[in-house]
């Protein structure tokens, strides 16, 4: 990991292959801040690179794969130098450059084991027993499992070199559960795969027969050198499908499932000059074409043009433009929302006319997918994530003792004062008759706070001056510092006691105490201003 303090410092030579994986490794370091970058290319940008590499264009084709791109790595970070480098590498540059295997050593100490922040919560008390019980407060969900450690501890890890990897590479890291006899054949094919480049400077053509069993021969000499750890079996179909897709990044996992049952025909894989040549080669020139003429929501690409369907609020008033006939006519959803309940009305109009769903979301550098797949998989609603943690409105009102709660009452007040209180005096300003007539008919208690506020704002705290807007906040000091702590203390006396004898006021909560405005004290006097100029 790129250390930060050090980053304006460090100087980064990458190799630009053409491939989409360099120029994210390339951006992540411009992104990160280092002094300067180096983008290492010999040779030209070709059509095959445009299929998954959206630096390039077809204005591209033929020029150097470094100076194509360097134009959008200074628009990313106008502060790190970016510089070029189209020659081969000298022997006294070529350390700058080199395929990359971690090795930290027999020992390496981790001390941020998930990335996550510590877990929080509020000690109600603690046992004097051994060992000793800690309570914590009963509104609040605890994060925290038996056994967990409540400050987290290093972790230390041990690793092998290169050489001894190769040969016991120990246990793989499994991204499909169902394929764990795969990663074993997949680390001896890339190895024959490094063989097969260094005698033919080249990868295996897509669907060459000679190509294809040249690989699998290699991966066969391999596996009888390893002796009592070779492999029983080895998969001919799956290293196949390896060889013909070898010009791709590859990695210890697999997607055959994806391509077609049927063999493809070799017509179907030829190239057409476009830059989407390299999916070609794999799922074939007519599963591109199904892409090309796919209707998708949230971007509807329709003749090879993406639209924009809506921004991340989707409501039940866009049912109006998305309405039956959209939906039937489309072929996936995307979604990419930040909210529940947005993603619940999608998922469930997805469910409705069994349209497949691609879902995701991030949070910081953490992210997820599901893929919904109508009849085959669950869809997005059929399973719920923990509520946030949300205290109750009781104690938001009338005993917060953290500052999540203090946050959310003040949010809530200035959403008030702000929004619904000016919302509704338009709503009475505009049709007097009709406000009064719909809150006569709601007459509930919901009704009654409602015109109380209007009342409120248009005669008992109307301010026409500056000096009004002052007393206004005045008023409010002591209405939420000293009226309703008053109020709150001769509810709960301080030897207030609950139903089960225990103290009312203990941990965390604590027995507050009335302020009296005093203009030498800051605090009160930056409240005063800062509610004046509301």
């Known amino acids: 990991m790129l250390d930060r303090r050090d980053a304006s410092k460090a100087r980064k030579v990458q190799k630009l292959n053409g491939r989409a994986a360099s120029i994210r490794r390339a951006k992540n370091i411009v992104l990160a801040g280092v002094k300067s970058v180096a983008l290492h290319a010999e040779e030209d940008v070709q059509m095959w690179y445009l299929s998954s590499n959206f630096f390039f ?10 100076l194509a791109c360097v134009q959008k790595f200074e628009d990313l970070n106008s502060a ?31 001390f941020a084991v998930d990335g996550e922040e510590p877990h929080t919560g509020i000690v ?58 795969r990663s074993p054949l997949l680390h001896l094919a890339l190895q024959a795969l490094d063989i097969f480049r260094n005698d033919f400077c080249r990868v295996p053509i897509t669907c060459s027969e000679e190509d294809t069993q040249k690989l699998i021969d290699l991966v066969a000499g391999i596996n009888i050198n390893l002796g009592e750890t070779k492999l029983e079996e080895i998969d001919d179909k799956l290293l196949r499908h390896f060889a013909n897709g070898s010009r791709a990044i590859l990695f210890y996992s697999d997607w055959i499932e994806s391509l077609p049952a049927e063999p ?66 489309l072929s996936l959803v995307l979604n990419a ?61 009338s005993s917060p003792h953290s500052i999540d709660h203090c946050l959310t009452w003040v949010r809530s007040e200035f959403e008030g004062i702000l929004r619904k209180t000016p919302n509704e005096v338009n709503k009475f300003l505009s ?34 001056t500056f000096e009004d807007c002052i007393s206004w906040a005045r008023l409010k000091f002591r209405d939420y510092f000293y009226d309703r702590v008053k109020q709150l203390t001769f509810t709960f006396p301080e030897d207030s006691i609950t139903s089960s004898r225990a103290p009312f006021w203990s941990a965390p909560k604590h027995f507050p105490l009335a302020l009296e405005f005093s203009s030498s004290t800051s605090g009160h006097l930056q409240f005063i201003v800062s509610a004046s100029i509301l």
Request: aromatic share 8%; proline share 5%; net charge negative.
């Open 57 to 66: 264009s077809e204005d591209d084709i033929s020029k150097n794969r470094a």
């Open 264 to 329: 493809l025909e070799a017509d179907d894989l030829k190239p057409l000059n476009c830059r989407y040549d390299a999916q070609i080669s794999v799922f074939g020139s007519k599963f591109q074409k199904k892409l090309e003429d796919a209707k998708i929501l949230k971007f509807s690409c329709q003749n090879g043009k993406l639209t924009l369907t809506d921004d991340d609020v989707i409501e039940k008033k866009t049912e109006d433009v998305f309405n039956d006939d959209v939906w039937e006519s």
């Open 80 to 110: 790190v130098i970016i510089q070029t480098i189209t020659k081969k590498l000298t022997e006294e540059s070529i350390f700058l450059f080199f395929r990359v295997f971690c090795e930290f050593g027999p020992e390496f100490t981790i």
């Open 124 to 181: 109600a008390s603690i046992s004097n027993y051994q060992p000793a019980s800690v309570y914590c407060i009963d509104d609040e969900r605890l994060e925290f499992q038996d056994g967990d450690p409540v400050v987290k501890l290093p972790k230390v890890l041990h690793f092998k070199p290169l050489k001894v990897a190769l040969k016991e590479p120990g246990e793989y890291l499994l991204s499909d559960f169902s394929k764990h006899d």
């Open 431 to 464: 049709n007097p008759a009709e406000y009064a007539s719909t809150m006569r008919n709601a007459g509930d208690a919901q009704a009654r706070d409602l015109i109380e506020r209007v009342f409120d704002c248009l005669d008992k705290e109307r301010c026409e």
């Open 337 to 397: 929302l930040d909210n529940i309940n947005a993603r619940m009305l999608m998922d469930l109009r997805c469910v409705y006319f069994q349209k497949p769903l691609l879902e995701s979301g991030t949070l910081g550098t953490k992210c997820n997918t599901q893929i919904v797949i109508p009849h085959l998989t669950e869809n997005y609603g059929a399973s719920r994530d923990l509520p946030e943690r949300q205290a109750p409105m009781r104690t938001l009102h």
